[in-house]
């Protein structure tokens, strides 16, 4: 399996026009718990298309970060096969993936996990230490507009900040793909719009095709298209016409 060496950005395009970065095909994950077998996901077809901003939406159990695990490398399927850009990543062995993960894949999850001893500027310099063609810690933390946060510590920032500074972090090794699990799950509303605004920005300037899961309906109007899950299936799809901004969605 040969991975792009190198991260292609296009301007955006309607979603049908775009090319595939990711296709599932019948995938399915299946968790032993003892005696009994967790259908995580159950067949699932799906693609995820260039710079596109897409929501996976459903309730807790539905299979939302089953299936963006399965899509970052984090996890693999029980059956069924996953390709990005062409490659099988399915088939890829651990180094491969490893390699995909570290060079292509920009992961945001709903704690922070920044290091407390380190600043803004250092908790992002530790990707961009070992990225191929990365931005400096100063770029990717003016991105999320923390420009004048780069020395502050953990404790001195808000939640708001932190997660934002774990943004920073992800999008820090230019990567292809940026994967949100929950972005805002521990956020009130209005740190939770300031929050959004960041990753929408980041697919607005960057072109990074981005995935985002939540339970919240209402974020859903900010995606090109709308994936929701239940009992492990793609309950349906579509496409908006039109894509809000976080401050107009209606909490």
């Not at 967790?38 to 067949?43: P, Q, W």
Request: one cysteine or more; proline letters at 5%; glycine letters at 8%.
């Amino acid at each position: 399996m040969t991975l792009p060496s190198e991260t292609t950005r296009v301007e955006p395009q309607a979603p049908s026009d775009r090319a595939t970065v990711f296709e599932a095909r019948k995938v399915t994950k299946v968790y032993p718990m003892g005696d009994v077998d967790v259908h995580a996901l159950r067949g699932v077809d799906f693609a995820l298309r260039e710079s596109e901003f897409i929501v996976l939406l459903g309730p807790s159990g539905s299979g939302k970060s089953t299936l963006l695990n399965i899509l970052g490398g984090l996890d693999v399927p029980t059956s069924g096969e996953v390709f990005y850009r062409g490659d099988a990543l399915t088939t890829a062995d651990e180094w491969t993936l490893t390699r995909y993960r570290r060079n292509h894949v920009g992961f945001v999850f709903q704690f922070y996990n920044l290091i407390p001893s380190l600043t803004a500027r250092e908790n992002v310099a530790l990707v961009t230490d070992i990225g191929e063609d990365p931005l400096t810690p100063e770029e990717a933390l003016e991105r999320v507009d923390l420009g004048d946060r780069l020395d502050h510590f953990p404790s001195q920032l808000s939640g708001g900040q932190q997660q934002r500074v774990a943004i920073a972090r992800a999008i820090a090794k230019n990567p292809d793909v940026l994967l949100c699990d929950e972005p805002t799950g521990a956020l009130d509303i209005q740190t939770g719009v300031v929050v959004l605004e960041a990753i929408a920005k980041v697919n607005r300037e960057l072109g990074t095709t981005t995935a985002v899961i939540t339970h919240n309906a209402s974020i859903a109007e900010m995606a090109d298209r709308v994936v929701a899950l239940a009992d492990g299936r793609i309950a349906s799809i579509r496409e908006n016409s039109t894509r809000k901004t976080p401050r107009d969605l209606s909490w």
